[in-house]
């Protein structure tokens, strides 16, 4: 790591060890080709957003850690970004809400699954965790995708009714959300297909949502779901949130 990476005194510290994050993991082959490519238009995102939590993001975080709370069963599906930028985080949530986690890549290749596993194996057994970890021997495909996209588990994501898919594609987030679930995205961008067809969007960092919901797990579901929650209202309060960003740099 770089000694301005190092230092968590610069102001660009977490932004630069989210990328040491991720050049780490590609050195793992752990990656997509263009995992780096999607973290770039997240940052540009990122950047309208003041690289902050902002207060609609907070409501859509609680009310997702509500909705995890209170299934039946729930799943965090995780891919090569998530597990690069937050996997000790993920395995941690997923250990405070005794759900499995399921590595569900879009670009699926043998050698990937293989890398993610172990990664989060070593990752589990450092933190002294027992969280079952799905994905090694898909046995069921998501209706409606074609090739091996489609993959996922039985007793994982297909039989899930909650579930949280950070950085998922359109697709799939439109295929599981026609087979009934509940699906809760982390997106930067308000814009995209994923943003626009999730039951509850998140827009904001993801590092900094999973480390938002473990600092919230200790409050009840009742407290931390919005009655009145409305996923248009969250993403257009995020278009609002960048267009007044953008104003207060021209003035
Ligand atoms: O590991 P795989 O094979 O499943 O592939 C993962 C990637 C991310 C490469 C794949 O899903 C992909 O190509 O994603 P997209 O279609 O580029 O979409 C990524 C979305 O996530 C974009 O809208 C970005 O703005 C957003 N994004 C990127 N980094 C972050 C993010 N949102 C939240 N937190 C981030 N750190």
């Known amino acids: 790591m770089s000694e301005i990476a190092a230092d968590p005194t610069h102001p660009r510290y977490q932004s630069l060890l989210m990328r040491h994050r991720l050049e780490q993991a590609a050195k793992k082959g752990m990656l997509a080709d263009s995992a780096l490519i999607a973290h770039g238009r997240g940052e540009a995102f990122d950047y309208l957003l003041g690289e902050q939590t902002i207060p609609s993001a907070l409501i859509a975080t609680k009310h997702a850690l509500g909705l995890l709370m209170a299934a039946e069963r729930p799943v965090l599906s995780l891919n090569g970004n998530a597990v690069a930028l937050a996997g000790s985080e993920l395995l941690q949530l997923a250990s405070r809400l005794g759900c499995p986690v399921e590595i569900n890549i879009f670009y699926r290749t043998p050698e990937r699954m293989e890398a993610l ?95 938002n919901m473990n600092e919230l797990s200790h409050q009840s579901s009742e407290v931390l779901m919005s009655p009145s929650f409305h996923n248009s209202e969250v993403l257009s309060s995020s278009l609002d949130h960048i267009a007044e960003f953008l104003a207060e740099k021209r003035d």
């Open 117 to 211: 596993l172990t990664h989060l194996h070593e990752l589990q057994s450092a933190l002294g965790l027992e969280v079952p970890i799905f994905g090694a021997a898909p046995d069921a495909r998501i209706p409606g995708l074609e090739g091996p996209r489609a993959k996922c588990c039985k007793d994982g994501i297909f039989s899930a009714d909650v579930l949280l898919v950070p950085l998922e594609d359109g697709d799939r987030c439109e295929a599981l959300v026609a087979m009934g679930k509940t699906v809760l995205v982390v997106d930067l961008n308000p814009l995209s297909r994923t943003a626009q067809l999730a039951s509850v969007t998140i827009v904001d960092e993801l590092s900094r949502v999973v480390s």
